[in-house]
């Protein structure tokens, strides 16, 4: 995400005529950066405009995440670098995961901080900034008592060709590691009718890649009399005139039902790609995380994929070094990477978090054994993805062109089955080509990524 592959994104401003200025920088996940591209929205609609440096900024926000405690420190030392602005006519603001779950604690660790914004207060973010605006130097949005969803009609999208578009906020599950639903508060679906509205509006800007976002996409629940369920969602937003590609994350293998696999098998646009995070290939573990899921019941899901009529890539999230997890259940984790074949998975060691039930569980897995356990896992999936890329050698594959390699002189694009191919292409005469459908042969593969050449005469 927002990583030099992809276009760079957007600074904005209206028209600044008050000289109101700021700088936001976003951790996480993708739900973070679509919050931020609505917050962004919010604060160009009210006259401020986005400078690059903190140091230029009259505001400087972190949207932060909280998930682990990596993720959580990074925005206190970011607040400690600048500590000694405070008071320069800098105001600093805290926004997300972290927020929620320090709350006004932040105010006594940093002084410096004015606002403290949690994710289910954004609708409310407007009314904040006027608060600043008057001197307000203690700003606070923490209650998580909503049933709203963040919808604004501003958002500012930092890619011209793929949108996100959130279909559900917070999460109503409990995993023992997870603080999402202490951060992110209860789960609130959109109103069918305001996702295609905005697919729709997306399309006619010219948008034809879009992404589905939500803690867990597929507990979609149309909260309007249609009651769609998430099948019916993804398959109308892919019927949508002028959007080539519809992805969606993250789901949850308890929700992931049989309908999401026929929507996608009879659905070109929807993406040939399943993120289904598993967390661990021991059932005794998943029951200890409250995961709602035996190892049986999530390889069945990955049946349905690999027996359907379209070929699927499959990707996941695992934890390793949860407390009480053996090395024989590391073991059956292993052997679940065998067996399945992930074309990619995200891995992380067990992080412990405030108010989740699995701080008060025993036999905890030392930090050393953790590191040891997740080194083994990323060893196995590294040579699964080697081959596994390798069978896309000689193939010919569409690719959306999502940026530039200026120095490499290749084009950075990306398969449906959410591959990146960078390739080479005769030369345009200085013509981007970012935003295109182009035909790409394979010809080289490694562990994270395909290489090819252009075979689309444009
Ligand atoms: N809702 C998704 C699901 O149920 O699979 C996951 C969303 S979570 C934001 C993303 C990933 O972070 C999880 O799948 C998990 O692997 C990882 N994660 C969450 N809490 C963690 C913790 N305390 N320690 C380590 N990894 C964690
Ligand atoms: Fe966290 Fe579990 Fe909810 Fe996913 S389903 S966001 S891992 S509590």
């Avoid at 962004?40 to 986005?50: C, K, N, P, R």
């Avoid at 948008?207 to 149309?222: H, P």
């Amino acid at each position: 995400m927002n990583s030099s592959n992809t276009p760079r994104a957007n600074r904005y401003n209206k028209t600044n005529v008050s000289g109101k200025t700021f700088y936001l920088e976003t951790f996480g996940c993708q739900m973070n950066v679509h919050d931020s591209e609505k917050v962004v929205g919010t604060l160009v609609e009210q006259g401020y405009s986005q400078v690059e440096t903190p140091e230029e900024a009259h505001l400087v926000l972190y949207n932060t995440c909280s998930i682990r405690d990596k993720a959580e420190q990074k925005v206190f030392n970011r607040l400690q670098n600048f500590k000694r602005d405070a008071g320069k006519g800098k105001v600093f603001g805290v926004l997300g995961c972290v927020a929620q779950q320090e709350g006004e604690k932040i105010f006594d660790r940093a002084p410096h901080v004015s606002l403290v914004c949690g994710s289910a207060s954004y609708t409310r973010f407007g009314e904040m900034l006027v608060q600043i605006e008057a001197g307000n130097r203690r700003v606070t949005g923490l209650s998580l008592d909503t049933e709203e969803t963040f919808d604004t009609p501003f958002t500012r999208r930092d890619n011209p060709h793929r949108a996100y578009i959130t279909i559900i906020e917070g999460c109503d599950k409990s995993c023992a590691y997870c603080v999402v639903p202490f951060t992110r508060g209860p789960e609130r679906s959109r109103t069918s009718e305001s996702v295609m509205a905005e697919a729709r509006g997306l399309a006619e800007k010219g948008y034809s890649e879009i992404q589905l976002l939500g803690q867990n996409v597929n507990s979609y629940r149309d909260p309007s009399p249609a009651g769609w369920d998430f099948a019916t969602l993804l398959a109308r937003v892919a019927e949508v005139p002028g959007i080539r590609r519809v992805r969606y994350t993250t789901s949850h293998p308890r929700d992931f039902v049989r309908a999401i696999v026929d929507a996608m098998d009879s659905n070109e646009s929807i993406c040939d790609h399943v993120h289904l995070p598993v967390q661990s290939g021991s059932s005794k573990v998943l029951a200890a995380m409250d995961r709602l899921y035996t190892r049986d019941e999530y390889m069945r899901r990955i049946d349905w994929l690999k027996s359907a009529k379209r070929k699927y890539s499959l990707t996941t999230d695992i934890i390793v070094g949860f407390p009480g997890e053996t090395e024989a259940d590391f073991e059956q984790t292993l052997q679940l990477l065998d067996e399945v074949q992930y074309d990619s998975l995200f891995s992380f060691k067990y992080s412990p978090r405030p108010n989740t039930s699995a701080l008060a569980m025993e036999d905890k897995v030392p930090d050393e054994e953790k590191q040891r356990r997740l080194l083994i896992l990323q060893e196995k999936q590294r040579a699964i993805q080697i081959r596994r890329n390798a069978e896309s050698i000689g193939s010919v594959r569409e690719v959306l062109v999502e940026g530039r390699h200026e120095s490499l002189g290749q084009w950075i694009g990306r398969t449906s089955d959410n591959r990146t191919l960078n390739f080479s292409h005769p030369e345009t005469g200085g013509k981007s080509l970012i935003g295109q459908y182009l035909s790409v042969r394979v010809t080289r593969s490694g562990p994270n990524s395909l290489v090819g050449e252009s075979v689309t005469v444009v």
